[in-house]
């Protein structure tokens, strides 16, 4: 199975999504004496035109997950998802009429809601991965922010991070809401804080030199940023340790 240019090893029940213009495409091993089935549900834009699900519908942040994101079901999970797909099928084999189309709309919004749910639980349960991922993501930030980037590149953008931990940047973020209550950006300005503090309490530098070291290109950004995360301007809490 390839979902862009990555190949994925799908022997578990996953479930994932695609959104309009990703690339997917199935390559089946004649040799192979295992037998897969599953479900595949595609829906047009235009069925969904005027509906409130049209308007809504990107607030689900998976769509924007890479394959190494895929919803890992349980069995009871997978029931869930078969019932609510037989009956989207059976419905859209039945006689239309106008209730048709809301019904099917509603029907595929369940499936969203429950997936959504899902994946608060993937998060959740598979400790030992998404754990590795914050203990990674935590020396990421302290290489970087220990060697010459911060000077040349400045802050590291969610992007990058997310680039570097071979997460998108939506996963990182929603992973990270979940277990730690702070989005990656919160991650990254603690991180920075951190080393503010470092540099004021052990060095003689000036807030102006700090805040260039620390990758601002106006100090009067460091200062904000500071006081707004500790309540201490830059001096003030230099002037604490005096």
Known sequence: MKYGQQEYDF??????FIAPGQ????????????????????????FLWNAPLAKIIKQYEYFDYSVNEALFLSEKEETTVAALM??????YHSNIDKFSQPVIIAQIELLLTYAERFYQRQFITRKITNHKILDRLENVLTEYFNSDDLIKKGLPAVQYIAGILNVSPNYLSGLLKVLTGQSTQ????????????????????SVSEIAYE?????????????KTKTSFSPLEFRQSFN
């Open 186 to 205: 919160q991650h990254i300005h603690d991180k920075l804080i951190e080393k503010a503090k470092e540099k004021l309490s052990t060095t003689d530098l």
């Open 86 to 91: 037989q009956s989207i099928q059976q419905e």
């Open 23 to 46: 690339v997917f495409s199935i390559e089946v091993n004649k040799d192979s004496a295992l037998k897969r089935s599953g479900w595949i549900l595609l829906v047009h834009p235009d």
């Open 11 to 16: 022997d578990e029940g996953i479930m994932f």
């Open 214 to 226: 620390l990758g601002f290109e106006h100090p009067q950004s460091f200062s904000k940023l500071f």
